[in-house]
């Protein structure tokens, strides 16, 4: 069975351009958490959706950050002006609804410049 | 602010040995416990769950938990070099109306021959 898949795997980019990131959730999980995870702050949740809604994003680090899930298959979260400071390993994960048992993608490393 | 400690190590412990992993936690309402294993370079990848105190018991692991004492522990029974990562302890801590999963920042575990 396909795990999370999350795309890009690696992201290089230049201060002020947009970022976006995609996460495909496992088949038949419907919880959805995007974290980012720093040497500085360890793994920090930015947001999660249960059944494609938005439950809490109070970890969305400021208004230069959003998230979707416009189904059950696909989310992104998308970083506008991206900054160096955003430089991060972004992860998805995700669960049955209630279990909070999370599996997580591969990851993308993203760089701004 | 509801937080999850660790100590980050490194816990160096031979070969065969039992290694001890400890956690704690602030917010009294908890009810899920979760440990996962981040190998350097990869994703979190979930080991055990416990939601009751006392021990469970899979494998070489045994997770403990004790409500009480706001304590959760990890031990690796016959430790082998492969187990030498970071082990991350999550906490379902309460946010608004629901539960959000808060991770410590990590211990790690070096296992030498």
């Known amino acids: 069975d396909a795990g999370v898949i999350q795309s890009p795997r690696h992201e290089v980019t230049e201060m002020g351009q947009e970022v976006t990131l995609r996460c495909k959730p496992i088949s038949g999980h419907n919880s959805l958490f995007w974290y980012r995870q720093t040497m500085m702050r360890g793994l920090e949740l930015l947001i999660y959706f249960n059944n494609n809604v938005p439950i809490d994003d109070s970890g969305m680090p400021e208004d230069r950050f959003s998230a979707k899930m416009p189904n059950a298959s696909f989310s992104t979260l998308k970083i506008q002006p991206s900054e160096p400071r955003d430089s991060a390993v972004y992860f998805c994960?995700?669960?049955?609804?209630?279990?909070?048992?999370?599996?997580f993608g591969p990851g993308t490393r993203l760089t701004v410049t | 602010q509801k937080e999850v400690e660790q100590n980050s190590g490194p816990l160096s412990v031979p070969e065969g040995a039992i290694a001890s992993l400890n956690c704690t936690y602030s917010?009294?309402?908890?009810?899920?416990f979760f440990w996962y294993r981040q190998y350097s370079g990869k994703s979190p990848e979930l080991i055990m769950s416990?939601?009751?105190?006392g021990d469970k018991e899979d494998g070489r692991f045994t997770a403990q938990l004790n409500k009480a004492s706001q304590y959760v522990s990890l031990l690796i029974r016959d430790s082998q070099p492969s187990d030498s990562a970071t082990y991350l302890c999550?906490?379902?801590?309460?946010?608004?109306?629901?539960?959000?999963?808060?991770f410590g920042r990590g211990t790690s575990l070096i296992v030498h021959p």
């Open positions: 416990i939601y009751s105190n």
């Open positions: 999550a906490v379902n801590t309460a946010s608004g109306g629901s539960y959000i999963p808060t």
């Open positions: 994960a995700s669960s049955v609804a209630g279990s909070y048992e999370q599996y």
């Open positions: 917010d009294r309402g908890s009810q899920s």
